[in-house]
C-alpha cells in the first residue's frame, strides 16, 4: 500500500517546499498575506516528509526482516477484508496464514493492507514469512508474489 501513496506523499512535499521557498523569499519584502501563503508551504510541506519519513522507516525495517530475521513457511488459512481501514471508498485486503516458528509453537500471521483484489483460489498455499530474531512478535508476510 505504501508504494501507491509515496508519489502522492512525494507531490505535497515538492509542492510545500516550492510555496514555502518562495513566500519566504517574498515575505520578507512584502506584506503579511506572503507569511500566510509561507506557513500554508510549510504544512504542505509536514504533510508529505513526515508520511514519507513513515513510509520509508517501514520499508527499511521490512528489508531489515528479510535480510536478519527467520523465515517460517506458512499456508495461507483466510484472505479477509479489512474494514477498519478505507482507501478511495475501498476497503484493503489482508493474508492471514498460519505457520510454526522456531520453538515449534503454532503461530497465525496476518500480512500487511493490500489494495488489489486477491483471488480465494490463494487458500491453502504456502507463503514466506520472516520473523525477528530479536522480538518474535515483528514480522513480515511476504506477499510480493501475489500483489504485482
Known amino acids: 500500500?505504501?508504494?501507491q501513496l509515496k508519489p502522492?506523499?512525494?507531490v505535497f512535499t515538492i509542492l510545500g517546499g516550492i510555496a514555502?521557498?518562495?513566500f519566504l523569499a517574498v515575505g520578507i519584502f512584502v506584506t503579511p498575506f506572503a507569511l500566510i501563503g509561507c506557513a500554508l508551504g510549510a504544512i504542505f510541506?509536514?504533510?508529505?516528509i513526515?508520511?514519507?519519513a513513515v513510509i520509508s522507516r517501514k520499508a527499511k525495517a521490512r528489508e531489515a526482516l528479510i535480510?536478519?530475521?527467520y523465515r517460517i513457511d506458512a499456508?495461507?488459512?483466510?484472505?479477509e477484508v479489512n474494514n477498519a481501514v478505507t482507501v478511495n471508498m475501498q476497503n484493503p485486503y489482508r493474508i492471514v496464514c498460519e505457520g510454526r516458528d522456531q520453538t515449534g509453537a503454532e503461530r497465525v500471521f496476518?500480512?500487511?493492507?493490500i489494495l488489489q483484489r486477491l483471488p480465494s483460489t490463494l487458500e491453502g498455499e504456502a507463503v514466506t514469512v520472516y520473523v525477528s530474531r530479536q522480538d518474535p512478535q515483528q514480522y513480515y508476510v511476504d506477499v510480493r508474489r501475489f500483489v504485482g
Open 50 to 52: 513526515i508520511p514519507l
Open 110 to 113: 496476518v500480512s500487511e493492507n
Open 8 to 10: 502522492f506523499f512525494l
Open 1 to 3: 500500500m505504501s508504494k
Open 45 to 48: 510541506l509536514a504533510v508529505g
Open 67 to 69: 535480510a536478519d530475521g
Open 75 to 79: 499456508v495461507i488459512r483466510n484472505i
Open 20 to 22: 514555502f521557498a518562495v
